[in-house]
């Protein structure tokens, strides 16, 4: 009976040592190890939150970036028209300007031929004169004198237009 008391005994032995480690190691090592799936359940939840607001982030800077050139381009586009508007006025506005002193030059320019050709007729007829009465020893009347400066000026003149 010895075999079957020490069996027992040696059961009985078992079992308690089971139930101490079951009630001080088995309990808290799972206790533990829940706590420590929940922690980490807690952190992958918040990674994945975390990692769903960057991407949410992301997606509203990329909205945000592409609106930003949206309107860049806008201004580059409405600033290019206002500068291609403002050229053509400006270019406009010059050549009126442009067109507006070559018509004083041609106006000047026919008032000084005026009064130089007056000059030139008034400078021929006084040589002519005088050249006339040295030729002839004598005063020309007014009709030769007109004769003569009209046939000089006519010579002149012929010079002048010849190309």
């Known amino acids: 009976m010895n075999l079957n008391f ?3 005994l040696q059961i009985l032995s ?4 089971l139930g ?3 009630k001080f190691l088995y309990k808290p090592l799972t206790q533990y190890l829940d706590e420590r799936a929940k922690k980490i359940r807690g952190m ?3 990674a994945q939150a975390a990692q769903e607001k960057a991407r949410l982030y992301a997606e509203e800077t990329h909205k945000a970036l592409e609106m930003a050139k949206g309107e860049a381009l806008r201004i580059k586009n409405e600033a290019k028209r206002v500068s291609d508007s403002e050229r053509r006025k400006v270019v406009a506005e010059a050549k009126r300007e442009a067109q507006r002193l070559i018509e004083e030059a041609k106006t000047q ?3 000084e031929k ?3 050709v007056k000059d030139l007729r008034q400078d021929i007829a006084d040589i002519s004169l005088d050249i006339a009465k040295k030729i002839l020893g004598r005063e020309i009347g007014k009709e030769d004198h007109k004769r003569i400066i009209d046939d000089s000026i006519k010579e002149i003149e012929d010079v002048f237009t010849r190309p």
């Open 6 to 8: 020490t069996l027992i």
């Open 114 to 116: 005026e009064q130089v």
């Open 44 to 46: 992958t939840e918040e």
């Open 109 to 111: 320019l026919g008032r």
């Open 20 to 22: 101490l480690l079951v």
């Open 14 to 17: 078992f079992l308690i040592l």
